[in-house]
């Protein structure tokens, strides 16, 4: 049984734990680079441009089109950072669900080659912010709910499906907490993250 470690503050860059579906159809836990390259890209330097990828737009996009076609994944998560403008600065908060189950983010996953050098890498899907984020960021990771899973990660499932499935809001049961400055330092990886 293969182990996978808790952390608490990965930034951009960074490798994320994913789950894709293989040509067989059976789920696949893996570490993918958080940032995705275009299998044409001809280097992988923008890669950090390209953490997330508008729901709006995923079917028309070039860099995102054949991703969001036939190589779909989930990212489980517990919680997640965003942060708020104000005079003072930056307010940081934790959205995570109130019973502290686990989640998981719509994502896009692409491979890229060049020479000797293979790298696998995913993005996170965002959509408009909804009610509870809304008066922190204008944005917000799409949630995919448990009984879609299977749909989402299915290359079969009809565009409509997926479409629909990116359209839902599924952050019932989620909250906000502001949170200290810790997290700002992605040097900190511990549980002080949370607080």
Request: negative net charge.
């Amino acid at each position: 049984m293969p182990r996978y470690e808790t952390s608490y503050n990965i930034p951009p860059g960074q490798k994320i734990l994913t789950i894709v579906q293989l040509e067989d159809g059976s789920h696949k836990a893996v570490y993918l680079h958080w940032g995705l390259i275009p299998h044409w890209s001809k280097d992988n330097k923008f890669s950090h441009q390209l953490i997330n990828a508008r729901a709006e737009t995923l079917a028309e996009k070039p860099v995102f089109k054949s991703a969001y076609r036939q190589r779909r994944c989930l990212i489980p998560v517990t919680g997640f950072y965003e942060w708020q403008k104000t005079q003072q600065g930056k307010q940081a908060y934790c959205i995570a669900h109130q019973q502290h189950k686990l989640f998981a983010f719509a994502g896009l996953w692409e491979y890229w080659e060049h020479e000797t050098e293979t790298i696998y890498s995913c993005t996170i899907i965002t959509t408009a912010a909804n009610e509870l984020l809304s008066p922190i960021h204008q944005r917000m990771p799409v949630i995919v709910d448990e009984q879609n899973y299977n749909h989402w990660l299915n290359k079969q499932t009809l565009p409509e499906v997926t479409q629909q499935i990116l359209a839902n809001d599924a952050y019932q049961g989620m909250e906000l907490k502001p949170i200290s400055d810790w997290v700002n330092n992605p040097q900190h990886n511990d549980e002080n993250c949370l607080n």
